[in-house]
């Protein structure tokens, strides 16, 4: 099983406790709003950065993806505009969540609230090359559409 570290921010409300899976066959563990300031309200389509008030460490070979929380994109219309957002094994700081509303009403974050999800997931580093010719495939050059509707 692989071990994130996690440390409070200064400031932080610790009593939140650290994120969780919810069910024992969740891919994402539910990150919470840690708001000692109060609530932050985002206006329909604004955005806010949330502090989760936890600093991680990730093992290298693995990143976090934070992904939207379902219920509060369809509910709310709450989303992530960098959706998976990554963080990476060397980042130190304190973890926050970009939310977006691209909801028809004014919506308020409150702390303690679930704001997202974190996926921990593998990380392969590749080696660029350039090359004076490519493989052929069946799709070829073809962008945006080119396999068909559906």
């Given at each position: 099983?692989?071990?994130?570290r996690l440390v409070w921010a200064e400031g932080a409300d610790?009593?939140?406790?650290?994120?969780?899976?919810?069910?024992?066959?969740?891919?994402?563990?539910?990150?919470?709003?840690?708001?000692?300031?109060?609530?932050?309200?985002?206006?329909?389509?604004?955005?806010?950065?949330?502090?989760?008030?936890?600093?991680?460490?990730?093992?290298l070979g693995f990143e976090v993806q934070v992904r939207p929380?379902?219920?509060?994109?369809?509910?709310?219309?709450?989303?992530?505009?960098?959706?998976?957002?990554?963080?990476?094994?060397?980042?130190?700081?304190?973890?926050?969540?970009?939310?977006?509303?691209?909801?028809?009403?004014?919506?308020?974050?409150?702390?303690?609230?679930?704001?997202?999800?974190m996926v921990v997931a593998p990380v392969t580093q590749a080696?660029?090359?350039?090359?004076?010719?490519?493989?052929?495939?069946?799709?070829?050059?073809?962008?945006?559409?080119?396999?068909?509707?559906?």
């Amino acid at each position: 099983m692989t071990v994130i570290r996690l440390v409070w921010a200064e400031g932080a409300d610790p009593s939140l406790g650290l994120p969780a899976y919810e069910t024992p066959g969740a891919a994402g563990a539910d990150l919470r709003a840690n708001l000692r300031g109060g609530p932050v309200q985002i206006a329909s389509g604004a955005r806010a950065l949330i502090s989760t008030g936890l600093h991680m460490e990730i093992p290298l070979g693995f990143e976090v993806q934070v992904r939207p929380r379902s219920g509060l994109a369809l509910k709310h219309g709450i989303t992530l505009p960098n959706s998976p957002g990554t963080i990476d094994s060397d980042y130190r700081g304190v973890v926050g969540v970009i939310l977006l509303n691209a909801g028809e009403q004014a919506f308020e974050v409150t702390h303690g609230m679930r704001i997202a999800q974190m996926v921990v997931a593998p990380v392969t580093q590749a080696r660029f090359e350039v090359s004076d010719v490519l493989s052929a495939t069946a799709r070829g050059q073809g962008g945006f559409g080119s396999t068909g509707v559906g």
